[in-house]
Each structure stands twice: as C-alpha cells, then as structure tokens.
C-alpha cells in the first residue's frame, strides 16, 4: 500500500481487479459504496464522452453517489489493468469513525470544483462574441 491509500485500511471494503476495457460502473446505476484507486487508470466517461482519467493512488471515485444517495453520475473504464477498493460504509458511520475519510472526500469534491470552473471559464473565453 502507498502512503496515499494507508488512511483508507481498516474500511470494510474489497480490492477489485479490472481488466484494460472493463467497465467498472455505469452512469446512471445504483451507488454501492465508492471507490479507492490502489493502481492503475480509470476513464471517467459522461453521455460518453471522456471527461477525466483517474491514475493518482489513492483518488476517492464514486463518492458523489454515495454521499448524495444519487444514482452514478459518470461511467467508470479500466484505461490499464486497475486495482480499486470498494468500499460499503454508511455515511453517518463514516462522519463518525473515519472523520478524516470525510474530509479527504471534502476536499476533492472541491478540487473538482474548482477545475470544472477553470474548464468552463476556458471554455467560454474561446467563444468569439459580436
């Protein structure tokens, strides 16, 4: 385990393996938990389109699902063999046992924030208004 994934042990969770191709979930389906990546690099596919590759250790996926009790939000495929953690933890049970889990999700649902709005600030700079 990487210093990135060592917060994450002592979850009840399961490591999953997924070939190159293999979809991992599918947008619009049930959330069961969320992820943690111990390796490899996951697509982050939206109405198919490619919206992000995953490939840092340790990168919390399928958090908005779980928090919100949402169906998914994104199509997640394997872009390399990768190895995930699936975590199943009820989010009351998390805020009150693993309060630093909690706040790494914080903060990259704020991260992800924060690039979206870079990415759409980009976005509307290149429209060309009369």
């Given at each position: 385990?990487?210093?990135?994934?060592?917060?994450?042990?002592?979850?009840?969770?399961?490591?999953?393996?997924?070939r190159i191709g293999?979809?991992?979930?599918?947008?619009?389906?049930?959330?069961?938990?969320?992820?943690?990546?111990?390796?490899?690099?996951?697509?982050?596919?939206?109405?198919?389109?490619?919206?992000a590759v995953i490939?840092?250790?340790?990168?919390?996926?399928?958090?908005?699902?779980?928090?919100?009790?949402?169906?998914?939000?994104?199509?997640?495929?394997?872009?390399?063999?990768?190895?995930?953690?699936?975590?199943?933890?009820?989010?009351?049970?998390?805020?009150?046992?693993?309060?630093?889990?909690?706040?790494?999700?914080?903060?990259?649902?704020?991260?992800r924030v924060v690039?979206?709005?870079?990415?759409?600030?980009?976005?509307?700079?290149?429209?060309?208004?009369?």
């Open positions: 385990m990487s210093q990135q994934t060592t917060p994450f042990l002592g979850l009840p969770a399961n490591k999953k393996y997924y293999e979809t991992i979930l599918r947008e619009g389906d049930p959330s069961d938990g969320w992820f943690v990546l111990l390796s490899g690099r996951v697509g982050v596919f939206k109405s198919d389109f490619s919206v490939e840092k250790p340790g990168t919390v996926i399928g958090e908005l699902g779980f928090l919100l009790d949402i169906p998914r939000t994104a199509t997640l495929i394997a872009q390399e063999a990768t190895l995930l953690m699936h975590v199943r933890i009820g989010v009351d049970e998390l805020i009150e046992k693993h309060p630093a889990i909690i706040k790494k999700m914080l903060t990259v649902l704020a991260e690039k979206t709005t870079e990415d759409w600030r980009e976005s509307v700079e290149k429209i060309d208004v009369y």
